[in-house]
């Protein structure tokens, strides 16, 4: 019996499944053991080995115990409220045993800080029929400054690189339901400095980003604003750099039994642009240069 049950078991390293769904298949092919064990007490006391029936059943009381806890939580996604060891052992070995609830809290928590962040580091307010999608394109060079910024930005805590906060587990199960790897850098952050620049010699409009002003980098360039290619939409609005996130680089997939696999990955830049008609950018400019002589 126990000979079949770590044949099951060493199987099911070659399937690629969540720890997760793991854990649920341990807990119930234990259950088969479990009932197994239950059946050897009860022969030995039947055939009078009061000893060996007795050691046995203690034996039974113990896995039961530990396998009810186990399935409360990874079925139910709770602890039990009859878990009196764990607190224990938790104590005794200076470690937690997070629930699923207070992880996934953890984790809102942490999304909530960086979108705080990310707030303050935007380029002021826009209205959104003020602000369209732009298209960016990065050369080499512009990667290999990104590359840069980002990671002083992560050594400094200013970006984040946890992969929102998700767990092997959790990360595994992600990419089973998108198809996509889990980068690593969290999802919806923007550098704390960031704008646009028309460079008349390369002809292009270059985004540069930095921890400030003064240590700003080149690392991508406009290709489109909207549908309209960026030297015309250049020569007829007057474009700001509204909002700017930094996406892509190292990403996690799954491995074989329950791991995951870290590979490299090409940072990338989701750019929003507010536009305003040269004319009325114009006029406005005027105005404003007319009250200042006053």
Do not use: C
Not at 43 to 69: H, I
Not at 101 to 115: F, G, M, S, T, V
Not at 212 to 238: C, S, Y
């Amino acid at each position: 019996m126990f000979s079949l049950l770590d044949m099951i078991n060493g199987s099911l390293g070659y399937f690629n499944l969540s720890v997760k769904v793991k854990n649920r298949i341990y807990v119930a092919l234990a259950f088969f053991g479990d009932g197994y064990l239950i059946y050897v007490t009860f022969m030995l006391l039947k055939n009078q080995a009061w000893m060996r029936g007795f050691l046995y059943f203690l034996a039974v009381l113990g896995v039961t115990y530990y396998l009810y806890l186990n399935a409360v939580y990874y079925f139910l996604g709770r602890t039990s409220r009859f878990d009196f060891l764990s607190p224990w052992l938790s104590k005794l070995t200076g470690t937690t045993r997070e629930t699923p609830e207070e992880k996934e809290r953890q984790r809102l928590a942490k999304l909530a800080a960086q979108q705080n962040r990310a707030m303050g580091a935007s380029n002021g307010l826009f209205t959104a029929e003020d602000v369209i999608q732009a298209e960016v394109e990065i050369d080499s060079h512009e990667q290999e400054n990104l590359r840069k910024v980002v990671d002083q930005l992560v050594e400094q805590g200013i970006l984040l690189a946890d992969y929102n906060g998700l767990d092997t587990d959790e990360i595994i199960a992600q990419y089973q339901e998108t198809g996509q790897p889990v980068a690593a850098l969290n999802a919806g952050q923007q550098p704390p400095y960031f704008e646009l620049i028309h460079d008349p010699l390369g002809h292009r409009l270059e985004i540069y980003i930095g921890l400030n002003q003064m240590e700003k980098r080149p690392v991508g360039h406009i290709k489109r604003v909207g549908l309209t290619d960026a030297h015309t939409a250049h020569h007829r609005f007057a474009l700001y750099l509204a909002n700017l996130y930094v996406t892509g680089g190292p990403h996690k997939i799954p491995g074989r039994r329950g791991s995951t696999i870290l590979t490299d990955g090409d940072f990338g830049l989701v750019a929003q642009v507010a536009y305003q008609d040269r004319k009325e950018d114009t006029r406005m400019g005027t105005q404003e240069r007319t009250r200042s002589n006053r």
